[in-house]
């Protein structure tokens, strides 16, 4: 029974990342980036939100992905879909800090 409510909390976790993913790759909705959320109001209106849109559809596409993994491990206990979540989180972490620090030498 918790091996379920795992698989669900992750699925759940999954289309959220998911859903976030698509609207950012669309540019609309709420740009869940640090350059965008700490810079001042009138930072905001003369920045040129595409690449950080693009890179927060880039992260939040591969949280979904590891989190996908995550409920298919749970589901089918096969034990070699860990590492394929802890590479895609590696990847996650590796592209966020490579895409920030390209977009802050631009």
Known sequence: MTRIIC??????FALIALIISIRSFKEKGFLFNNA???ASKQEREQMNKKPH??????VF??????FICMTIE?????GWL??????I???????AIA?????ELK
């Open 89 to 95: 989180c590696i990847a996650v972490i590796v592209y």
């Open 99 to 103: 895409s920030s620090v390209k977009n």
């Open 36 to 38: 965008y959320i700490w």
């Open 53 to 58: 849109y693009r890179q927060t559809a880039i």
């Open 61 to 66: 596409a591969l949280l979904a992905a590891a």
């Open 74 to 78: 749970t589901v089918l206990a096969t």
């Open 7 to 12: 698989a669900i909390i992750c699925g759940i």
């Open 82 to 87: 860990w590492i394929g979540t802890v590479t």
